[in-house]
């Protein structure tokens, strides 16, 4: 099953995806870390994206595509992927169907507000980049990586002002993307109207449109 995640920031996208992976067995695919797996291994590609990176602009999509397509075609996503954190415009959307047919797109709907309360309770690990929340999933320790006993901190990016100025450009983004798939009858939604619903809650709403979607192909 070739699968789509979309979301605002700090809808949950990562978390569901990597359940999903292991749920559905087909990999899931994150543009960000794919780009930063690249830079690492200094391929000709790697540099170029770099060069991107150091400037602080963003990497043009034509070699995101690059970058996708190469992935795509590997043997692991025969029968499938899970993509998280892209597409997130129009033209990217268009570009992979260029490169893959999607089967089901899933719109994590969350309000603006509880984005902004999540994100803002949001902790980094310094050391090993685990995620924790203030309010839902707190560390053992206070500030302290229960993994790693690395420092907790608050990124840059999830501080409240900055937050909503990424929800905005999210939605001016992305709402045209929701309708093109919904156009396609590829689009399901799944609502998270509360910020104290468990992350396992609202995976088995996704699960549930997984497993009929598979359903559906398996009769087709
Ligand atoms: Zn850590």
């Not at 595509?65 to 795509?72: E, Q, S």
């Not at 033209?91 to 994100?119: G, K, T």
């Amino acid at each position: 099953m070739r699968v789509v995640l979309l979301g605002p920031p700090g809808a949950g996208k990562g978390t569901h995806a990597s359940r999903l992976n292991v749920n559905l067995g087909v990999p899931h695919i994150s543009t960000g870390d794919m780009v930063r797996e690249e830079i690492k291994a200094q391929t000709e590609l790697g540099e170029e994206i770099k060069k991107y990176s150091d400037r602080g602009v963003l990497v043009p999509d034509e070699i995101i595509i690059r970058l996708l397509a190469k992935r795509l075609r590997k043997p692991d996503c025969q029968k499938g992927f899970i993509l998280d954190g892209f597409p997130r415009t129009m033209q990217q959307a268009e570009a992979l169907d260029r490169i893959s047919r999607i089967d089901l797109a899933i719109n994590l709907n969350v309000p603006d507000e509880i984005i902004v309360q999540r994100l803002s309770n949001r902790l980094t690990c310094r050391k090993c980049g685990a995620i924790y929340n203030r309010l839902t999933m707190k560390p053992r320790r206070a500030n302290i990586c229960d993994k790693c006993d690395g420092e907790l901190y608050q990124r840059v990016d999830d501080k409240p002002e900055v937050i909503q100025e990424r929800l905005n450009v999210y939605r001016k983004n992305t709402e045209p993307l929701i309708e093109y798939y919904r156009r396609r009858s590829l689009l399901k939604d799944v609502h998270c109207d509360d910020l104290m619903t468990p992350p396992e809650v609202t995976f088995e709403r996704i699960k549930a449109i997984t497993d009929s979607v598979k359903k559906e192909k398996t009769r087709a």
